[in-house]
């Protein structure tokens, strides 16, 4: 099974909406940044469910071979940071997603959206 980029960004974006993430936007930095292909960020309306949302992303992660590089924040569960290489995943807490407001941060990067396929 090859493995690409874009199955990752789809795996961790179905990962974190598996645990009701909210405002899942995926963001193709790829012209814009050497640190990543992609940004995805999400929020959730509590630590908790910060967590579970990290939880869930490491855990398909780990299931489907892929390899964290790091987590940051994680028991804090207001901003965690997930790296994944060429996927960079950020989950707030909503609070903070708005004061912090990476979209607008990294506006000139476009949107994808990998519809229902694969």
């Known amino acids: 099974m090859v ?3 874009e199955a990752l960004a789809r ?3 179905k990962a974190a909406e598996e645990k009701k993430a909210e405002n ?8 814009l940044s050497v640190i990543a292909d992609y ?3 999400c929020h959730g309306n509590n630590e908790r469910q910060v967590q579970a949302i990290v939880n869930e992303i490491r855990e398909q992660a780990h299931k489907n071979g892929y390899q964290v590089r790091g987590i940051e924040g994680a028991d804090e569960g207001r901003w965690v940071l997930v790296d994944l290489g060429d ?5 707030f807490h909503r609070e903070d997603r708005e004061f912090y407001n990476l979209e607008r941060l990294w506006a000139e990067a476009p949107l994808v959206s990998f519809g229902e396929e694969g």
């Open 3 to 5: 493995k690409t980029v």
């Open 11 to 13: 795996l961790v974006a």
């Open 24 to 31: 899942l936007v995926i963001m193709d930095i790829s012209k």
């Open 39 to 41: 940004f995805m960020i």
């Open 87 to 91: 996927v960079v995943i950020h989950v």
